[in-house]
């Protein structure tokens, strides 16, 4: 290839990348109405529909993240429950771990987020509470809230103030496929740019739905006769 070729290749590249970057700062720029959800991601293809929203008073956007499921409840508790396994799946996770089951339906644990060049990595102690299917309530609930003070700050990890959100299992057709729906916010703590945590945040619910169904096909997640860690039916 000549120079001239190399050279017209080069400037196309720059600019592609360049228009790209545009398009990632103009998602990222406080755009749209308070307080309302906007379609970020639609993957008509997986079933994944991810939502975001800048709420009055905060920097850092809300997500929403809306997804149908190839699997029974029961399979996605015994990945959800499988802690250890949370760096295989679970968004810039690179260690998590158990620390604490409390009962049948609350339990602690903690994980370390790899974050955006430039940022130190932080950490986060969550605690899970769950709400089983009922007679009257035909879906699973988990509500994880952060818990910044229950063990020392584990330098040099920055110690998050939220990692708050929700999740519901809802099964569908006979519980052959789950329809989940995850609503929450985030507060990285420390100095972090919004721009930086909404970057990272809008890519995180779409990734952690694409590394859930992979985890869906694997054999120890599926066996009906794995136990469950903990309870999800209460009928």
């Known amino acids: 290839m000549s120079l001239r070729h190399l050279t017209a290749a080069s400037l196309l590249l720059v600019s592609t990348s360049a228009l790209a970057a545009i398009g990632d700062l103009d998602e990222l720029r406080d755009s749209g109405n308070k307080n309302e959800w906007r379609l970020q991601k639609n993957d008509n293809r997986h079933n994944i529909k991810v939502y975001v929203k800048n709420e009055d008073g905060q920097a850092v956007r809300s997500f929403k ?39 049948d339906r609350e339990y602690i644990f903690y994980m370390v987020h790899d974050a955006p060049i430039g940022t130190p990595d932080r950490d986060v102690i969550l605690k899970v509470t769950i709400d089983p299917i009922t007679k009257k309530k035909p879906y699973v609930g988990l509500k994880f809230t952060a818990l910044p003070d229950y063990l020392p700050v584990r330098p040099p990890y920055v110690r998050m103030l939220a990692e708050d959100y929700t999740v519901k299992w809802i099964p569908q057709d006979n519980n052959t496929k789950t329809k989940l729906e995850s609503e929450g916010y985030i507060h990285p703590g420390g100095l972090a740019p919004s721009w930086a945590v909404n970057f990272a945040q809008g890519k995180g619910p779409y990734a952690n739905m694409m590394g859930l169904r992979r985890m869906l096909f694997l054999p ?3 066996d009906p006769k794995a136990p469950i860690m903990f309870t999800i039916r209460d009928e």
């Open 65 to 103: 993240v809306e997804a149908l499921l190839d699997a029974p409840v029961e399979t996605l508790a015994r990945i959800q429950f499988d802690i250890d396994n949370f760096t295989r799946w679970y968004f810039a996770t690179m260690e998590a771990k158990m620390l604490k089951k409390i009962s």
């Open 220 to 222: 120890q997640y599926n």
